[in-house]
């Protein structure tokens, strides 16, 4: 790929990094505080997909079967139902953070399964990354217990995340509307009899919010992230990803619909320093023509 490539294949990722930021928005801003805690997540992961597909099929070009549409499915599945029972289980900035170790298996799973090359440079921000997600653990983990369901399935959202991010480079030829699409009808078949079962139903105000939910914050921020996978690996992609961590508790904190506690604070900065030192101090120290820095 030429540097132009990957410069835009850099942008789209950015570009979705800063929509899927929003997701604390969405879920702390008190839209859906009559629906229990024990449903809410899940409910949310339902309705969420179901206005994201709604947004995609139209969008879709040349529909075409594979068979790894199916472990992708499953996957994106799985993921969309441990986040949001995180995100509402713990704070905003303790999901999305416990999610970040997903850099950590798509390299494993990378270099280890599918013979990638590693990338000594992406090792930086990853490095500082796996520091940070681990202050989270030993706190919320060893300190607050009552959060410990919301710190598991945030952990497992982190690990089917890096699942998805991998069927889907693989897949990165295949139409993006097609392949989020299917994704979000997955969640839709695989939860639709047990959202029906519980009996609750949006009102209209929340029905509004949930199609911006859908359409802003998971359908086109993963049609970015296609395009973006078609230009860069999964592993530089999951470490631009290591934004998301820092933009989402700062939207709910300027809004002022939470505080995040001082080790998220802590950990933030660690991801800053360790992107910083791969996209803009190493290109300063090591340039030159005989040097490919990016």
């Known amino acids: 790929m030429t540097h132009s490539d990957k410069l835009a294949g850099r942008f789209w990722i950015l570009a979705a990094v800063l929509l899927w930021s929003s997701c604390g928005l969405f879920v702390k801003a008190g839209f859906f ?3 229990p805690e024990t449903v809410c997540g899940p409910l949310l992961a339902f309705w969420r997909s179901a206005f994201a597909a709604l947004i995609l099929v139209p969008m879709i070009r040349r529909p075409r079967w594979n068979p790894r549409l199916i472990p992708l ?30 850099p ?19 090792l930086i921000p990853l490095c500082f990354g796996v520091v940070g997600v681990g202050i989270i ?11 410990r369901l919301g710190v598991v399935c945030g952990l497992a959202s982190g690990v089917f995340f890096a699942c998805v991010v991998m069927f889907m480079r693989h897949l990165r030829h295949e139409n993006a509307a097609w392949l989020v699409a299917i994704s979000h009808i997955g969640v ?22 949930l199609a911006a939910f859908g359409s802003l914050q998971m359908a086109i921020p ?21 934004l998301e961590p820092v933009l989402m508790p700062f939207w709910v904190f300027a ?20 992107l910083a030192l791969r996209y803009v101090v190493l290109k300063w120290v090591m340039r030159g023509p005989a040097v490919d820095l990016l």
């Open 33 to 35: 505080d009559n629906w």
């Open 73 to 102: 499915g499953v996957c994106f599945t799985a993921m969309c139902i441990t986040y949001m029972t995180a995100v509402t289980l713990t704070t905003a900035a303790n999901a999305i953070w416990l999610q970040a170790t997903s």
């Open 255 to 274: 809004l002022g619909l939470e505080t995040p506690r001082w080790w998220t604070i802590a950990g933030g900065s660690l991801i800053l320093v360790g």
């Open 188 to 209: 839709i078949l695989a939860m639709l009899p047990w959202a029906a079962a519980t009996g609750i139903w949006p009102t209209p105000l929340q029905l509004v919010v």
């Open 104 to 122: 950590w298996w798509v390299f494993l799973l990378s270099v280890v399964l599918l013979r990638e090359p590693v990338v000594r440079r992406d």
């Open 137 to 147: 653990l030993v706190f919320e983990l060893g300190i607050h217990t009552q959060d």
């Open 222 to 242: 993963y049609v970015f992230l296609i395009r973006g996978l078609r230009t860069i690996s999964s592993q530089e992609a999951v470490g631009l990803g290591l």
